[in-house]
């Protein structure tokens, strides 16, 4: 059984930074691959980011890259999600998810285990 715990949400201006955490725990997560999803009212669940086991690789969607950075620190069992440059647009509940594959993938059917989620708001 894995238990993921998100942290870091908040209000934050147009333009600010917010550091996401999710932390497993209940198994030794380092050999999954792990991904970053929202949820804006009204609207589907999106994918966000998502990093391989080692942290070597990563792969974002087109709305945040170059401004959201994914990483984890496997021996703090904790995945991270940097956001810069935060719109009004990024507001949304933020889900970290564990992935049931050895690859990087970006539907939200391909992870199994979820996180409560973490509200983020940007304010204009």
């Known amino acids: 059984q894995v238990q993921l715990v998100e942290s870091g949400g908040g209000l934050v201006q147009a333009g600010g930074s917010l550091r996401l955490s999710c932390t497993a725990s209940?198994?030794?997560?380092?050999?999954?691959?792990m991904g970053w999803f929202r949820q804006a009212p009204g609207k589907e669940r999106e994918f966000v980011a998502a990093i391989s086991r080692s942290g070597g690789n990563t792969y974002y969607a087109d709305s945040v890259k170059g401004r959201f950075t994914i990483s984890r620190d496997n021996a703090k069992n904790t995945v991270y999600l940097q956001m810069n440059s935060l719109k009004p647009e990024d507001t949304a509940v933020y889900y970290c998810?564990?992935?049931?594959?050895?690859?990087?993938?970006?539907?939200?059917?391909?992870?199994?285990?979820w996180g409560q989620g973490t509200q983020v708001t940007v304010s204009s």
């Open positions: 209940g198994r030794i997560f380092n050999s999954d691959p």
């Open positions: 998810a564990r992935s049931v594959t050895s690859y990087l993938v970006t539907h939200a059917s391909g992870y199994d285990y």
